[in-house]
């Protein structure tokens, strides 16, 4: 047990956070119901704002105009710690039938950040009352836009809201991993989500003489064809690449042979030569496929997040933490994933580590994946996500 002033101590707090429940679930409700996309996030903010207007001894500012931070500087001398916490929903008409629901049609928080900014404010409430025997520094990041690229977090830290900070934490409630569980990865854990466009641009004509025309639609085909050949056959399997094609968009008739035929998707890696590496293979894979059926192309390829590279020193502290606070049975190895996440942008100003706390229980039908109309979470995810963090914060603080 780790004691850094003689009436604080992690147990206690520990114990005290469980209080929390109730509080937690109500304020990941309220934040259900009221969903904001990213960038649009001002009701959300507000509401953020006016929970932490209630607490005393901590300073609360908005580094931009949809983001908050809270700062508790301690009553004792100590490191500075970053806790975040995405706030943002996604564009996306919910499904779930529960009393709750999303209340703004074409609108849901479908990724478990209402449940993110709920357990940062109970995090907040409860080491506010503990001020004077805090130690250190610890800043609340309630960030925007982690779904929409170039992202919130970037944004933040131009703000200068890393500016000193020694770790930074921060968790992503997860449905495919199931409630009772927390993973963490040493390493690359999320990659980077890079965006592709393509236009293959031919020769229009009519549909009953396609040797009068460059058919786009078939040279696209191909195209999307040869694409998968690059993860498939010109890199190592033992890098983890993702190339897909998720969008075809082309025609307009029957009977016509359209001009152009747009193709977009998505590129992930980890690896940062790969990263520059993969779209110089596609364009050479486009360029060949087009020139040989005399089509001409235009690619264009944006940069989305960094990859999420947890500190491995930082890692295997929060290990010991999660079993020593929860029990060996909690901590699950998990692998890496090739989803993409802004937290990375804080990795870039200071060692931290991005964890999954589960929130799956296919028992109780809490089984659809994250950016599902039915996407759900335990409730009890939130509780073992408070006292995580609380033994986190609570342990880098010392
Ligand atoms: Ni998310």
């Given at each position: ?39 649009h996030e001002h009701e ?58 999303s209340q703004v049609d ?180 486009i360029k060949g496929v ?109």
């Amino acid at each position: 047990m780790t004691t850094i002033a003689p009436t604080l101590d992690v147990i206690a707090l520990l114990n005290e956070a469980k209080a929390f429940t109730p509080q937690l679930v109500a304020w990941r409700r309220h934040l259900h119901m009221h969903p904001e996309v990213a960038f649009h996030e001002h009701e959300t903010s507000r509401f953020v704002r006016d929970v932490l207007s209630t607490i005393d001894g901590i300073s609360v500012t908005r580094p931009t105009e949809t983001s908050v931070m809270a700062v508790l500087r301690g009553g004792q001398p100590g490191p500075t710690i970053a806790v975040r916490a995405d706030i943002d929903a996604l564009p996306i008409l919910e499904e779930n039938d529960v009393g709750y629901r999303s209340q703004v049609d074409g609108a849901m928080h479908a990724c478990g950040h209402d449940g993110h900014t709920a357990i940062v404010l109970a995090l907040v409430t409860l080491f506010a009352r503990h001020r004077d025997a805090m130690r250190g520094e610890v800043r609340f990041l309630f960030q925007h836009a982690e779904e929409l690229a170039p992202g919130g977090a970037d944004e933040m830290v131009k703000q200068g809201v890393m500016d000193g900070v020694d770790h930074v934490i921060g968790l992503h409630l997860w449905s495919t991993l199931p409630c009772g569980l927390i993973g963490l990865i040493a390493g690359p854990a999320m990659a980077a989500p890079d965006n592709f466009q393509c236009h293959i641009i031919g020769k229009g004509g009519h549909a009953a003489a396609p040797h009068e025309a460059v058919d786009p639609i078939a040279v696209g085909a191909l195209v999307v064809t040869a694409l998968q050949h690059i993860v498939s056959r010109a890199l190592d399997p033992l890098d983890p690449v993702v190339i897909s094609v998720t969008q075809f968009i082309a025609g307009s008739a029957y009977n016509v042979i359209p001009n152009t035929a747009y193709l977009a998707g998505t590129v992930r890696t980890f690896d940062a030569k790969l990263r520059t590496r993969v779209p110089e293979l596609m364009e050479r894979v486009i360029k060949g496929v087009t020139e040989a059926h005399g089509a001409t192309y235009d690619f264009a390829l944006e940069r989305g997040y960094r990859p999420v590279v947890n500190d491995p020193v930082l890692t295997t502290r929060l290990e010991q933490i999660v079993t020593r606070t929860f029990g060996d049975e909690t901590l699950f190895p998990l692998r890496p994933t090739m989803g993409g996440e802004d937290f990375s942008a804080y990795q870039q100003k200071a060692p931290g580590v991005f964890a999954f706390v589960g929130a799956g229980n296919v028992a109780e039908g809490v089984a659809f994946p994250h950016h599902h109309p039915r996407f759900q979470i335990d409730e009890r995810s939130l509780d073992i996500g408070l006292r995580y963090l609380v033994a986190a914060t609570f342990d880098l603080l010392s």
